[in-house]
């Protein structure tokens, strides 16, 4: 079996007792950093020795075949430095082939500075999408959050610390000064701050130096007013770029607040001679 444990994502109070019991039992432990790991061990006061394997972002197709096998012999547990594993951490491959050979997967839940983020930053929770670090060259970050200017939904990301100064600026150029967006740093460490306000607020500030851990989350884009046959024709440029009609009237629904079933017989009667 694989068992994907989340980690502290700062405060090792966050430690559940079925974390503590799992490594406190396990033979095998596949971890982003070793060394990492056995701090986190030694912290939790864990007498455990387990075999510690190593599974980063350069090894990790190589070793996800390797270490499925093993789990289809014993628990395998796979902790990441902090947080779950496979969420922007390595564990996703050795998941999808753990899958492809039958072993059973599992998780023990915990801490996630994604969902932490999105629930003290003010901004709407029902619907939100999670984009993982933004490129890291300019142009590619441009590109991507221009792609994201029209999304709807609530938008988390991760930033370093050297780079948030920039991305927000992005942001504003991308998605415009007026959203809501807020800069939650070292989430339950000692020094956690979140800061709120727009691109070039939070630009400026940021520009100072900002140290830590970073999520960024930001508000999603407003519905767009739309007449009834605006909102066809966007679902006919959808359909025609190969996207299927129902999944086409749904979103033309989500951003204009039109009914997906009026948008997809509209277009089903516009078809009829």
Known sequence: ??????????????????LIEVLENAEVVVAEDTRTTGRLLQALQIANRPRLIALHDHNEKQKAGELAALA???????????????????????????VAQG??????????A???????????????TFEGFLPRKPGERRSTLRALAAEPRTMVFFESPSRLASSLADMGAAFGDDRRIAVCRELTKFYEEVRRGSASELAEWAADGVKGEIV????????????????????????????RLKEAAA????LTGLSSRDLYQAALAAKKP
Do not use: H
């Open 1 to 18: 079996m694989i068992i994907l444990a989340a980690t502290p994502i700062g405060n090792l109070g966050d430690v559940s007792r079925r």
């Open 72 to 98: 289809l012999e014993s628990d395998v547990v796979v902790v990441s430095d902090a947080g779950m594993p496979a969420i922007s951490d390595p564990g996703y491959g050795l998941v999808a082939e753990a």
């Open 103 to 112: 072993v059973t997967v599992t998780a023990i839940p915990g801490p996630s």
């Open 114 to 128: 994604v969902l932490m983020a999105l629930a003290i930053s003010g901004l709407p929770t029902d619907r939100f």
């Open 216 to 243: 960024v989350v930001v508000e999603g884009a407003p519905r767009r007013e739309a007449s009834p046959d605006d909102a066809l024709a966007q679902v006919q440029s959808l359909v025609a770029s190969g996207l």
């Open 251 to 254: 979103e033309v629904a989500g």
